[in-house]
């Protein structure tokens, strides 16, 4: 595998995730149950970017006076396209959360807890595929082509079912928790065990946090699987493929907060993210023919979308639903 990564890049790189998990997890009342603010969510999300493009300068400087200033730029678009990219499809993932958090009336002070654990699985997760997906390039340089095709697909089909509200109260998950397990009709605070007596035994149950938790959880797979293979397209350096993915996974908890009581105001940022799937596969598909779409202009093309997608949004009436 190719990389810039040296081993002290990689240890500086995982020191600096493990510090900001702790501020999250600890020094922002992490532990606590409560509310998350408006304000404390922006403030947050500010620090989480402010850090992504501190790395991204400091990785520009470092590659600047190491590698040459050609090497430096390429490198620096290539994260900061890929951290843009990962951020905006982790908008899905969101509204997502938005959607699961109500249909299980979930209060906003217990919805913080689920979210520690689905941003430490993300994480996990992404790791491992990222580097399983990056060996596979490696050796098979064909399933490029694959994952554009892929994306392309993924893409029409979002653009397709934008407006589909998926039935969550026959989602199969949901179905085969309740008939395999004991589930309880009521939240037990942010416990997602309890144990009742029945019949004069102990009987495990669990609470309907677990099964948020469950489909949360999911719901990273899934979109793993679609982010993942998209920044594929913008290089497969497993140094800037990781650290532009977990810079952007880390401040998503933050920015659900933030985005929690606009959502239905981006009814028509679905389909600016499906443009951005569907302009990423095609990057794919033309190197097949030995075309190779410059770095920045695939940058300008995501953000172009991105901010077409919002303002259009802002401006136009969604449309009705039957």
Same mark, same amino acid.
């Given at each position: 595998?190719?990389?810039?990564?040296?081993?002290?890049?990689?240890?500086?790189?995982?020191?600096?995730?493990?510090?900001?998990?702790?501020?999250?997890?600890?020094?922002?009342?992490?532990?606590?149950?409560?509310?998350?603010?408006?304000?404390?969510?922006?403030?947050?999300?500010?620090?989480?970017?402010?850090?992504?493009?501190?790395?991204?300068?400091?990785?520009?400087?470092?590659?600047?006076?190491?590698?040459?200033?050609?090497?430096?730029?390429?490198?620096?678009?290539?994260?900061?396209?890929?951290?843009?990219?990962?951020?905006?499809?982790?908008?899905?993932?969101?509204?997502?959360?938005?959607?699961?958090?109500?249909?299980?009336?979930?209060?906003?002070?217990?919805?913080?807890?689920?979210?520690?654990?689905?941003?430490?699985?993300?994480?996990?997760?992404?790791?491992?595929?990222?580097?399983?997906?990056?060996?596979?390039?490696?050796? @098979?340089?064909? &399933?490029? %082509?694959?994952?554009?095709?892929? +994306?392309?697909?993924? #893409?029409? =089909? $979002?653009?397709?079912?934008?407006?589909?509200?998926?039935?969550?109260?026959?989602?199969?998950?949901?179905?085969?928790?309740?008939?395999?397990?004991?589930?309880?009709?009521?939240?037990h605070g942010e416990r997602f065990f309890i144990?009742?007596?029945?019949?004069?035994?102990?009987?495990?149950?669990?609470?309907?946090?677990?099964?948020?938790?469950?489909?949360?959880?999911?719901?990273?797979?899934?979109?793993?699987?679609?982010?993942?293979?998209?920044?594929?397209?913008?290089?497969?350096?497993?140094?800037?493929?990781?650290?532009?993915?977990?810079?952007?996974?880390?401040?998503l908890r933050a920015m659900y907060f933030l985005?929690?009581?606009?959502?239905?105001? @981006?009814?028509? &940022?679905? %389909?600016?993210?499906?443009?951005? +799937?569907?302009?990423? #596969?095609? =990057? $794919?598909?033309?190197?097949?023919?030995?075309?190779?779409?410059?770095?920045?202009?695939?940058?300008?093309?995501?953000?172009?979308?991105?901010?077409?997608?919002?303002?259009?949004?802002?401006?136009?009436?969604?449309?009705?639903?039957?």
């Amino acid at each position: 595998m190719e990389t810039i990564g040296t081993w002290w890049m990689w240890a500086g790189f995982f020191v600096i995730v493990l510090a900001m998990l702790a501020v999250d997890l600890f020094a922002t009342g992490g532990g606590k149950s409560h509310k998350v603010g408006f304000r404390e969510a922006a403030g947050w999300s500010a620090v989480w970017v402010g850090v992504s493009l501190g790395f991204a300068a400091a990785l520009w400087f470092y590659l600047d006076g190491a590698m040459g200033r050609e090497v430096a730029n390429t490198k620096a678009l290539e994260f900061l396209t890929g951290y843009l990219i990962e951020k905006s499809l982790a908008v899905d993932n969101v509204f997502v959360w938005l959607m699961l958090f109500s249909f299980f009336a979930i209060p906003l002070e217990l919805q913080k807890r689920v979210l520690i654990y689905g941003v430490l699985g993300a994480i996990v997760l992404r790791t491992v595929m990222i580097f399983a997906g990056v060996w596979l390039i490696t050796q @098979f340089h064909w &399933l490029l %082509y694959v994952f554009g095709a892929f +994306l392309l697909i993924t #893409g029409i =089909k $979002m653009w397709w079912f934008a407006d589909a509200q998926p039935d969550l109260a026959n989602n199969p998950v949901i179905r085969w928790i309740r008939k395999h397990m004991n589930v309880s009709d009521e939240l037990h605070g942010e416990r997602f065990f309890i144990t009742r007596e029945v019949a004069g035994k102990a009987v495990r149950y669990v609470t309907p946090l677990f099964l948020v938790l469950v489909m949360v959880e999911l719901s990273d797979v899934i979109f793993a699987v679609d982010s993942i293979p998209a920044i594929f397209a913008i290089t497969t350096d497993p140094f800037i493929v990781l650290t532009s993915n977990i810079f952007a996974i880390l401040g998503l908890r933050a920015m659900y907060f933030l985005l929690a009581d606009m959502a239905d105001r @981006f009814t028509y &940022l679905k %389909y600016g993210l499906a443009g951005v +799937l569907c302009f990423i #596969g095609v =990057k $794919m598909l033309l190197l097949i023919f030995g075309i190779h779409i410059p770095i920045a202009l695939s940058l300008g093309v995501v953000f172009s979308a991105l901010i077409a997608s919002v303002l259009v949004s802002l401006h136009v009436p969604p449309k009705s639903k039957s």
